[in-house]
């Protein structure tokens, strides 16, 4: 089946400083969804990414998506102590198997205040 | 959120052992997702269920199964546990745009 390949496996930062994890594939992606994961937590989904290209802005979160859909970043402005998380990507399975989530391993973000 | 609940939060149980965890959603999505997250990994995908019925499965063997029940509600068992059994079990539910996980049931096998 596809994976992605998430990198880098670990970022600290100053509080302040921008983020940045990207998630990479060999093979064009139908949908890359991206999820958050506080520590001791549990997945948090942030967005889906469908077409070609896409942007989209969660306040200092921004996504995007590849043109040609085979990679899709996360990009975090100004990170907060708040942000503190693993940050994975993942895709998912089409039809009714839309349940099925393939994740990347994950960006461990750590911000120092 | 959907209010996705796992019970219970923590287990311990050893190996050989048989284990049932549970999870429930107010949502009334009719597919629900199980998977295993162990320490330090991203969560591999253990099955999904869809009306009741097993619709997809990820690498994982038989000892691994599940049932969904009419009001969506589901179990996952583990038999004949082994240490590397020792995992957060996570299920989800949701929708084509997202999925909801619940707050996930650690198993310790000792």
């Known amino acids: 089946g596809q994976q992605v390949m998430q990198i880098p496996q670990y970022q600290h930062v100053q509080e302040g400083e921008d983020f940045t994890t990207y998630c990479n594939s060999s093979t064009t992606l139908s949908n890359i969804q991206w999820y958050k994961q506080r520590p001791g937590g549990h997945p948090v989904f942030l967005i889906q990414?469908?077409?070609?290209?896409e942007v989209k802005k969660q306040k200092r979160l921004t996504f995007q998506f590849g043109e040609a859909k085979k990679n899709s970043s996360l990009h975090i402005t100004a990170t907060q102590t708040t942000d503190v998380g693993t940050y994975f990507c993942?895709?998912?399975?089409?039809?009714?198997?839309?349940?099925?989530?393939?994740f990347g391993q994950g960006t461990i973000l750590t911000v120092h205040p | 959120e959907t209010g996705v609940t796992q019970s219970p939060t923590h287990l311990i149980k050893t190996r050989g052992q048989q284990v049932t965890l549970r999870c429930s959603s107010q949502?009334?999505?009719?597919?629900v997702s199980w998977y295993q997250q162990a320490l330090g990994q991203g969560p591999q995908f253990i099955f999904q269920?869809?009306?009741?019925?097993?619709?997809g499965r990820g690498n994982f063997p038989p000892r691994f199964s599940g049932l969904q029940f009419p009001n969506y509600s589901s179990e996952l068992n583990v038999n004949a546990l082994e240490l590397d059994d020792s995992a957060l079990y996570l299920c989800a539910t949701g929708s084509l745009e997202t999925q909801y996980f619940g707050p996930g049931t650690r198993l310790l096998v000792l």
């Open positions: 949502s009334g999505h009719n597919t």
């Open positions: 993942a895709l998912r399975a089409g039809g009714t198997s839309y349940g099925k989530l393939t």
């Open positions: 990414l469908v077409k070609s290209g």
């Open positions: 269920y869809y009306r009741e019925e097993e619709n």
